[in-house]
């Protein structure tokens, strides 16, 4: 599962990278590796986001929804930052036609994250579920017929 700090992390990292070529002159082509894991780290806070308006049951059992909440929110003020910066060096260092490659790069990770890894995680979720549930069936099963087998026992049926 992803974590928002670790997310903030990674797109941090890659923010660094990124103004570090800048500074040293690299070309708007070379950066394009480090704009993709920084989208790659926007795009899983934003993943986040969506999937802390509509947990799933268990999750509400353990940790504080309001401090996951706080993580999310100061990761993607830090995200908006760092978005417009890299959005004025991009058109500095490309001008339109490196905004429209950067804007085309963000939509391109953003769709593979959502068909691969994000999809992974909701399966991975949705066995979880399942498990959990009918584990709960078993053991409420197991319950009813436990009791109905004292009660067998007691009154002379068995």
């Known amino acids: 599962m ?10 941090t990292a890659a923010f660094n990278g990124l103004q570090k070529m800048v500074k040293m002159g690299r070309d708007f082509e070379d ?4 704009i993709s894991k920084w989208a790659g780290a926007a795009s ?3 993943f986040l986001d969506q999937q802390n308006k ?12 309001e401090a996951k909440a706080l993580e999310i929110h100061a990761a993607q003020e830090k995200l908006a930052r760092q978005r417009a910066e890299i959005l004025t060096i991009v ?6 036609k490196g905004k429209d490659k950067y804007l ?9 994250r959502r068909k691969h890894a994000y999809r992974k995680i909701k399966i991975k979720q949705a066995i979880l579920e399942w498990v959990l549930g009918i584990l ?9 017929v436990g009791g109905f087998y004292l009660v067998g026992v007691q009154t002379g049926r068995f």
């Open 2 to 11: 992803i974590d928002p700090v670790t997310a903030i992390g990674a797109a």
């Open 31 to 34: 950066c394009i590796g480090q």
């Open 44 to 46: 899983d806070i934003a």
């Open 54 to 65: 509509n947990p799933p049951w268990y999750a509400t059992l353990s940790g504080s929804a």
């Open 91 to 96: 058109r500095y260092a490309g001008g339109e």
């Open 104 to 112: 085309k790069i963000l939509r391109e990770v953003k769709e593979q």
């Open 136 to 144: 709960a069936f078993v053991v409420v099963c197991a319950i009813a």
